[in-house]
């Protein structure tokens, strides 16, 4: 999804309509189609995006499973900081945090 905002600036031209169902509404927006480029220098083309309003004030992008599902995405809160990351294509050995969750998490009592 794309903020009106972003279709302004970018002087993006509709390429059709959807309907967008939320949780507590149902809305037919404009549909575009743009190039994503992603920090780690991936460009993801043609990819069929949604006009909305956001909330929240600087961000004017949400990325869905459309892009996320190309790839493999992490987010950690260490110490206190996120870090976002995304790798395209994805590991052969996926990133499985279980392991090192029941090592330093006490185990339930039996009773």
């Not at 959807?18 to 190039?35: A, K, P, Q, W």
């Not at 900081?81 to 995304?86: A, L, R, Y």
């Not at 279980?98 to 006490?106: G, H, Q, S, T, V």
């Amino acid at each position: 999804m794309i903020t009106r905002s972003i279709v302004k600036q970018l002087a993006l031209v509709p390429t059709g309509r959807t309907i967008v169902r939320g949780v507590n509404s149902e809305m037919e927006v404009f549909t575009y189609f743009v190039n994503i480029g992603l920090p780690n220098r991936v460009m993801i083309e043609n990819v069929k995006v949604t006009e909305c309003e956001l909330n929240s004030p600087g961000i004017d992008i949400l990325i869905g499973m459309s892009i996320i599902q190309l790839g493999d995405l992490a987010i950690a809160n260490g110490k206190g900081h996120t870090i976002f990351s995304f790798a395209m294509p994805s590991f052969a050995n996926p990133v499985d945090l279980l392991d090192k969750a029941n090592a330093i998490n006490p185990k339930p009592k039996k009773r």
